[in-house]
């Protein structure tokens, strides 16, 4: 191949690799407004928190924000810090969000508490249109509850009555 061939090819591959980042580079910074639920300063219900999230993994990086915790000192943590999304899938409007033991090794327990928990979660992803329910997992397996108080072995749906 000749000098002028092998240039001619490097510089189409430099403008192709520019235009791919061009029309990819939005889209994976892209932020969208979601909304998180989280305690409200008596511990008994769910308020809701918006916040920026990028669009690329979304429902992870949703729940992500929700493992951070409020922004608002008038609200409070519904999940552990120490707690980490494994996995999330979403098929046929359920979506499966696998957690760290993390969630239940330092969750703090009580009925209410492991409640806010669950529904914050839940009522964080059902927000989208794509979500109905939610089952939530431990290290890839299904748990039966978090601290005792609440059934986790079937999907969960939203639930009006826990928001503020």
């Known amino acids: 191949m000749s000098a002028s061939k092998a240039r001619n090819l490097l510089i189409v591959g430099v403008i192709g690799v520019v235009i791919a980042l061009i029309l990819i580079y939005p889209r994976l910074f892209a932020t969208m407004e979601v909304e998180l639920y989280f305690s409200d300063a008596q511990a008994q219900l769910l308020v809701v928190e918006t916040r920026e999230v990028r669009r690329n993994n979304l429902y992870q990086n949703t729940v992500e924000e929700l493992i951070k915790g409020p922004q608002s000192e008038e609200l409070?943590?519904?999940?552990?810090?120490?707690?980490?999304?494994?996995?999330?899938?979403?098929?046929?409007?359920?979506?499966?969000?696998?957690?760290?033991?993390?969630?239940?090794?330092?969750?703090?327990?009580?009925?209410?508490?492991?409640?806010?928990?669950?529904?914050?979660?839940v009522t964080t992803l059902a927000q989208f249109d794509e979500i109905e329910q939610v089952q939530i997992l431990l290290e890839g397996e299904e748990v039966k509850t978090l601290s005792g108080h609440l059934k986790l072995e079937q999907p969960l749906e939203f639930d009006p009555h826990l928001i503020e």
């Open 76 to 121: 409070g943590v519904t999940i552990p810090p120490e707690a980490e999304v494994i996995d999330l899938e979403v098929e046929d409007k359920l979506a499966i969000v696998d957690f760290s033991q993390g969630l239940v090794e330092q969750h703090w327990g009580g009925t209410t508490g492991e409640i806010l928990t669950v529904y914050s979660i």
